[in-house]
């Protein structure tokens, strides 16, 4: 019996996908449950595995081409069929974040011995061979000098994923859109690098996570966008359409792109829920596993460039939200205190909002009480 490989649903709004690579070759023997093929949407990498057990008979769609939910995209024929060719470390049953690795260091996955399940190549693994003693190489002749129609440049041209084009896209498409506008201010994080120093260590025996800045910053927009539910709004057609919950967006940086997981209800969750649930996100957010839903429905987002070194910035809104808050790095500067100078712990923020909706003295004074709630972090735990 022919069993075919089709294409399953992508999720809410997304009726294409891309296959970026096939797993298994024709003639290999397939068990339930082996991932035969990656398919890349405009949001999410995802497998399609194995329905049941046999030979990979076919493969009707070769990798680049496009196709619709529902899709052929090969099929499963009876029989015991031969081995995969290359053994299981190889580039096909690697993360997403592994195989950017290394792709990037251009280095051949079979010659790394794998410590995961099933022999599998880790992070760890990588960058344990990358950073491994290398023989010096052997002198080489020199280039012949270049014709008169080449430079010292190279290029190289690789297609854009369908993640890279849908957030170039998305990007333009605020630009296009909305009224942006973005204001800032500064917050001093002393206080809060004094409440984390103090109980960090007990926050991460008891829970096991460590106490990071997202949770306050999430503790804090959530108050803040309960005093401005404009912010926490969004424009469809000639309606305003106000959100009475606060599903946060957190952008975090991949391999594949920056993507944006939504902690759902964050005004119901504490910041050891908060923190867990932002850590469980990034992981696999890095690994290509979110799921779609996961990636949706976002209220309000919070991106952090400060981690890259980002000292300010003006963020793109997601739309159709209205607004994004942007956290930067955290720098010490001599700052007047009660008539003294001093040097303290300081943060720039900004607020970037959608101006069709959000009035300046809205978004203002939004980014002013996130500011006074991140200096007296206590009036998150009061809730005033």
């Known amino acids: 019996m022919t069993v075919e490989i089709i294409v399953p649903a992508l999720g809410e709004s997304v009726k294409e996908a891309?296959?970026?690579?096939?797993?298994?070759?024709?003639?290999?023997?397939?068990?339930?449950?082996d991932p035969l093929?990656?398919?890349?949407?405009?949001?999410?990498?995802?497998?399609?595995?194995?329905?049941?057990?046999?030979?990979?008979?076919?493969?009707?769609?070769?990798?680049?081409?496009?196709?619709?939910?529902?899709?052929?995209?090969?099929?499963?024929?009876?029989?015991?069929?031969?081995?995969?060719?290359?053994?299981?470390?190889n580039d096909s049953f690697l993360s997403p974040a592994v195989r950017k690795l290394i792709g990037d260091n251009k280095i051949d996955p079979a010659q790394i011995s794998g410590s995961g399940k099933g022999g599998r190549l880790t992070k760890e693994d990588v960058l344990e061979a990358l950073?491994?003693?290398?023989?010096?190489?052997?002198?080489?002749?020199?280039?012949?000098?270049?014709?008169?129609?080449?430079?010292?440049?190279?290029?190289?041209?690789v297609r854009m994923t369908r993640l890279r084009?849908?957030?170039?896209?998305?990007?333009?498409?605020?630009?296009?859109?909305?009224?942006?506008?973005?204001?800032?201010?500064?917050?001093?994080?002393?206080?809060?690098?004094?409440?984390r120093a103090q109980y960090k260590d007990g926050f991460e025996k008891k829970h096991g996570v460590k106490l990071g800045f997202m949770s306050f910053f999430v503790k804090a927009a959530v108050q803040a966008l309960k005093d401005f539910?404009?912010?926490?709004?969004?424009?469809?057609?000639?309606?305003?359409?106000?959100?009475?919950?606060y599903d946060i967006g957190v952008a975090i940086s991949t391999p594949s792109g920056l993507i944006v997981p939504?902690?759902?209800?964050?005004?119901?969750?504490?910041?050891?829920?908060?923190?867990?649930?932002?850590?469980?996100?990034?992981?696999?957010?890095?690994?290509?596993?979110?799921?779609?839903e996961e990636l949706t429905g976002g209220t309000f987002t919070i991106t952090n460039g400060g981690i890259f070194g980002s000292l300010m910035s003006t963020p793109i809104i997601n739309p159709p939200q209205?607004?994004?808050?942007?956290?930067?790095?955290?720098?010490?500067?001599?700052?007047?205190?009660?008539?003294?100078?001093?040097?303290?712990?300081?943060?720039?923020?900004?607020?970037?909002?959608?101006?069709?909706?959000?009035?300046?003295?809205?978004?203002?004074?939004?980014?002013?009480r996130i500011k006074d709630e991140i200096e007296d972090p206590q009036r998150l735990l009061l809730d005033v």
């Open 131 to 157: 950073n491994a003693p290398k023989a010096a190489p052997a002198a080489k002749a020199p280039l012949p000098p270049l014709g008169p129609r080449h430079s010292a440049r190279r290029e190289e041209r």
């Open 37 to 89: 093929v990656e398919l890349e949407t405009d949001k999410v990498t995802l497998e399609v595995n194995a329905s049941s057990s046999g030979v990979l008979k076919e493969i009707r769609v070769q990798t680049g081409a496009n196709v619709a939910v529902g899709a052929v995209l090969g099929s499963i024929g009876e029989g015991s069929g031969k081995a995969a060719s290359r053994p299981v470390s």
């Open 18 to 33: 891309t296959v970026a690579k096939w797993l298994k070759k024709v003639g290999e023997a397939v068990a339930v449950d």
């Open 262 to 292: 939504v902690l759902r209800d964050a005004d119901q969750k504490g910041f050891a829920a908060i923190e867990k649930e932002i850590d469980d996100l990034s992981l696999r957010a890095r690994d290509g596993k979110l799921s779609l």
């Open 229 to 245: 539910p404009a912010v926490n709004a969004e424009i469809d057609g000639q309606d305003i359409v106000y959100k009475n919950y």
């Open 322 to 368: 209205s607004g994004i808050l942007g956290m930067h790095k955290i720098q010490e500067r001599p700052v007047a205190l009660n008539g003294q100078v001093v040097v303290r712990p300081m943060m720039y923020l900004a607020l970037s909002y959608d101006h069709r909706i959000i009035d300046g003295k809205e978004a203002v004074s939004f980014l002013v």
């Open 165 to 195: 084009q849908r957030i170039a896209e998305r990007l333009k498409e605020a630009q296009n859109t909305a009224a942006l506008l973005t204001t800032f201010n500064e917050a001093d994080m002393g206080h809060v690098l004094a409440l």
